[in-house]
Every structure is written in structure tokens, then in C-alpha cells.
């Protein structure tokens, strides 16, 4: 089944340490996004990208970096992860235009521990 | 400003009431609207979409363009709607933005 998948599901790390998560797709959507859910502050934006060429930052972009590497793969970066980056991350992607760009497809979401 | 609210962080009802997640936003425009949901251990979703009109799991959602809502709704709580709800309205060409959810907990 065409799918979304993110790896690593769940991550350690310590306070200064560089992260990555990965994001990939065989879903043959053009776009991709990285949200981060936390309790109560429901899923925020992170970065998105509506094609291989573009990168835009959503509304907590700061400490954070991504990488389009393929149509099929979005990587998100924590260059210098700090404790109030402990959350999870959802990866998603969706159609082009029309009725289908508001439906997303989400990863399983990894969930990073920054200690 | 663009602004979804979800008032409610958590609605507890019992099995076989009504349920009203409610869904306020804030736009000139004519957003499209979305429900999702997050089941315990499973993806987020998409629940339903207004521009469908259609009912899924028996849940129906009306968008008031007056009040400027789009509150989900279900004339009967079963115990497995126990789950984390998002409104999402899409506000033009820009991804989606989230409420802050609401924990909807059904007791038998």
C-alpha cells in the first residue's frame, strides 16, 4: 500500500546533539510537511514543501532545518536539539489543488525526547 | 488574522449521547473546513470535509458562515469516538492549519 513513512519512531537524545528525521513517501505526492504535536498546543506547523524546489517555513520554523532530498523524501533537522524541542513529529503529504490539497496523509510520527 | 479555535480540551459524555465538538474560526475569506481525528495508537486521519456534505461514522459537521463555526456533531456516542479531534480549515493556498484538538471521551 502506498504509504508514509518516518523513521526513527522514537529517538533519545541530549541536550546540543544534531538530529534528523526522515520522511518518505510512495504516495506520489508533491507535497510534504513536518508538524509537531504537543499536548495541548494541538499540531503546529514546521516547515512544507509543495515541490521538490520549494521549502517554506510554517509558524515554528526557528532551530529547525529540512531537506527535499526527492519528490519521495522530506527530512526535518534539529541542528543543535534542546529540551523544549521534545514533542512528536508527524510527517504528512497531500494532492495538488482542488478539493484534495485540504486531505493529508500523516506518518506513525516520531517521537523525540531531548534530555 | 487566520485562527482556528477549539474551545474544549476535553468533552467527556456518556454512550448513547449526543456529542458536539465545537469549531470557531476566523477568516474574510471562505475557508474549506476539516475534521480530523487521531485514534489511540493510529494516525491522524481525515475524519470528514465540509465541501462533501457526507456523514462518517455517524458524524456530521454544518459550516455557519454567520457564526463562522463548523462544529462536528453525532446524535449517539459509541465508545470507540473515543479519540483526539482537529479542526483544520485550509485558508486559501497555504497548508493546513490546526485547532489545539479536543480529547472527546465516551464512558459506557
Known amino acids: 500500500d502506498a504509504d508514509v513513512t518516518q523513521t526513527p519512531r522514537n529517538r533519545i537524545t541530549k541536550t546540543g546533539k544534531r538530529i534528523m528525521l526522515e520522511c518518505s513517501q510512495t504516495?506520489?505526492?508533491?507535497?510534504m510537511y513536518w508538524y509537531r504535536q504537543d499536548p495541548g498546543l494541538g499540531l503546529r506547523l514546521i516547515y512544507y514543501?509543495?515541490?521538490?524546489?520549494?521549502?517554506n517555513k510554517g509558524e515554528i520554523s526557528d532551530g529547525y532545518s529540512v531537506s527535499r532530498q526527492a519528490q519521495a523524501k522530506f527530512s526535518l533537522s534539529l541542528e543543535s536539539a534542546i529540551p523544549n524541542q521534545t514533542a512528536l513529529y508527524f510527517c504528512?503529504?497531500?494532492?495538488?489543488?482542488?478539493?484534495?490539497?485540504?486531505?493529508?496523509?500523516f506518518g506513525e510520527g516520531s517521537r523525540l525526547t531531548v534530555l | 488574522a487566520q485562527r482556528v479555535t477549539q474551545p474544549e480540551k476535553l468533552l467527556s459524555v456518556f454512550k448513547g449521547a449526543p456529542v458536539e465538538l465545537k469549531c470557531n474560526y476566523s477568516?474574510?475569506?471562505?475557508?474549506?473546513l476539516f475534521w480530523y481525528v487521531q485514534y489511540s495508537r493510529q494516525r491522524l486521519q481525515l475524519l470528514l470535509r465540509?465541501?462533501s456534505r457526507e456523514s462518517i461514522k455517524g458524524f456530521t459537521a454544518d459550516l455557519n458562515k454567520g457564526e463562522t463555526s463548523f462544529h462536528l456533531k453525532k446524535p449517539f456516542a459509541q465508545e470507540e469516538d473515543s479519540a483526539m479531534y482537529y479542526c483544520?480549515?485550509?485558508?486559501?493556498?497555504?497548508?493546513?492549519?490546526f485547532g489545539k484538538g479536543t480529547r472527546l471521551s465516551v464512558i459506557a
Open positions: 504528512a503529504t497531500s494532492e495538488v489543488g482542488g478539493q484534495f490539497s485540504g486531505e493529508l496523509f
Open positions: 504516495k506520489g505526492h508533491d507535497r
Open positions: 514543501s509543495f515541490d521538490v524546489k520549494d521549502i
Open positions: 477568516y474574510s475569506g471562505s475557508p474549506e
Open positions: 465540509h465541501i
Open positions: 483544520a480549515p485550509l485558508f486559501g493556498n497555504t497548508p493546513l492549519v
